[in-house]
């Protein structure tokens, strides 16, 4: 399943988004070449991005991104509510750019190319809350600031989804509650909902909720708001069901048959 996607030429470069705030360019002509197909691109002939791009330890790929000047610039959202709009100015001189000064602790939890600057940003929280805003609210900053205040969090939650979503476009929210200290594949239950029943707030404030918990349940352990139809994955890639859609902005959620962890809609 393809979760990010950027448009280049076959002799071009690509940006590569880390959790660590790095951008890393990487040589489109390096990669492998996947087959035409008129339907998903079958990914088994892919390489592990680790064969192309020294990571840290704990450091792991959040998306990718063009790097053309002209571009609407890279929004960034972070664990502790912290969100960037990224001026597109990447040296062609240097293969590692630091695209956010990150404090302590901290680290990217989504990111997305603007296409059109006019796309709706939304943080989803690990106490269910979901905030929406228009990305003109977002000042737009050279890579070694900080951002500003993303999300208003409650005591002890933490961002675990932040994605960019085209307001013309018939999007969902897809949020799954489960129990801290629990294993990741230990969910309890999913809700899928319009994202148009989510209304836009100003930034820097808190959200809606977004799932009602169940008795057992005390957190969000996967969320994702984007562009329909989602498609969803386990971890070993397999595909995995979705809800039914539930028109409750702040219902509670239905069983889930399989741990979902990834989600993605359709490629453009």
């Known amino acids: 399943m393809v979760v990010s996607s950027v448009a280049a030429t076959a002799r071009g ?6 959790s660590a705030g790095r951008l890393l360019r990487l040589s489109v002509i390096d990669l492998p070449q996947l087959p035409e197909s008129a339907q998903a691109p079958n990914l088994s002939g892919g390489a592990q991005i680790s064969e192309f791009l ?3 330890a704990d450091e792991t790929v959040v998306c990718l991104t063009g790097l053309a000047e002209s571009s609407p610039g890279l929004a960034l959202g972070t664990l502790q509510g912290v969100v960037k709009r990224v001026v597109p100015d990447y040296p062609a001189n240097k293969d590692a750019l630091e695209v956010i000064a ?9 990111g997305a190319e603007l296409r059109t600057g006019d796309e709706d940003l939304v943080f989803i929280t690990s ?3 979901l905030l929406r805003f228009q990305a003109s609210q977002v000042r737009p900053q050279g890579r070694p600031a900080g951002g500003m205040a993303g999300v208003k969090l409650t005591e002890g939650a933490e961002v675990i989804s932040f994605t960019a979503v085209d307001p013309a476009a018939e999007a969902v929210v897809f949020t799954v ?19 148009d029943q989510y209304p836009r707030k100003g ?11 169940l008795k057992g349940e005390d957190r969000l352990v996967f969320a994702w708001a984007g562009v329909s139809a989602a498609r969803a994955a386990q971890k070993n890639g397999s ?3 979705l809800p039914e859609i539930d028109p409750r902005r702040d219902g509670s959620g239905t069983p889930l048959a399989k741990p979902v962890a990834a989600l993605a809609g359709p490629v453009s």
């Open 239 to 241: 595909p995995a069901e």
């Open 13 to 18: 470069e690509v940006g590569v988004v880390t």
């Open 177 to 195: 509650a489960g129990a801290a200290g629990t294993l990741d594949d230990s969910v309890m239950t999913a809700k899928l909902t319009p994202f």
């Open 54 to 56: 020294s990571l840290e």
């Open 203 to 213: 930034r820097a404030t808190g959200g809606v909720r977004c799932q009602r918990f």
């Open 127 to 129: 106490d269910a809350q």
């Open 102 to 110: 990150l404090k302590e602790g901290d680290r990217i939890v989504g």
